[in-house]
């Protein structure tokens, strides 16, 4: 187990005897792929570390759909949220065949405190997830925004006002009034030829 913890970047580095005793405080889980570790809003109580394998880390959507919040493999870790004893934020799931080293939450907040080190680790780890949804919170009003612009730039806009569409008007009326010209000189010559054979004195000719 000690060889196995030692490959979580969260406790490299730990002396000998440290991990041997934290190795001693935590277990191992063999998963398969598409195995669910964790579910948001159950109780978070064990932080997990990724010895072998990947894991997606998500959010339940409407509709039975989902959205990924992360990917992480080998040496990576997840559940440090538990550190605020609230339910889970967010769903766990196997992406491949994975080995988990588990630690319980009572077992690491006691090592925590034993090694500020790792809990300086822990802290950042959490300030930089917190960063990642603040730059995500911001994204998402800058691109709502902009739709809001866009919508109300539609709204204001004539359909007659844009380019393609004048230009598609201008043609259509110049055709239609082509055809009306030439049906008008067709039914004109047509109705002088008529004419021209009511004439006495004009001549026809059929051939036989």
């Known amino acids: 187990m000690s060889a196995a913890l030692n490959t979580i ?9 440290d991990l041997r005793e934290l190795s001693e405080r935590a277990s191992t889980r063999s998963l398969p792929g598409d195995a669910l570790v964790v579910r948001e809003g159950e109780p978070a109580d ?10 997606k880390v998500y959010l339940g959507g409407e509709g039975g759909g989902e959205v990924i919040l992360d ?11 538990m550190l605020d004893d609230k339910p889970r934020s967010a769903s766990v799931m196997t992406l491949e065949p994975s080995e988990l080293a588990v630690i319980p939450r ?9 090694h500020p080190e790792i809990a300086l680790h822990v802290i950042r780890n959490l300030i930089r997830i917190a960063r990642g949804q603040n730059v995500r919170t911001r994204e998402d009003v800058r691109s709502r925004e902009q739709l809001r612009q866009y919508i109300a730039q539609l709204d204001a806009t004539q359909a007659q006002d844009l380019p393609n569409v004048k230009r598609w008007v201008s043609v259509k009326r110049w055709t239609l009034g082509a055809l009306l010209v030439l049906a008008f000189l067709m039914y004109y010559f047509a109705d002088v030829f008529l004419e021209i054979l009511r004439t006495p004195g004009v001549s026809t000719f059929v051939s036989s």
């Open 106 to 114: 009572v077992e690491f907040k006691a090592f925590l405190l034993k």
């Open 71 to 81: 990917t992480k493999g080998p040496g990576q870790y997840f559940g440090e949220m």
């Open 46 to 55: 064990a932080l997990y570390g990724i010895v072998r394998g990947r894991v």
């Open 9 to 17: 970047s969260l406790f490299q580095g730990l002396a000998e005897a």
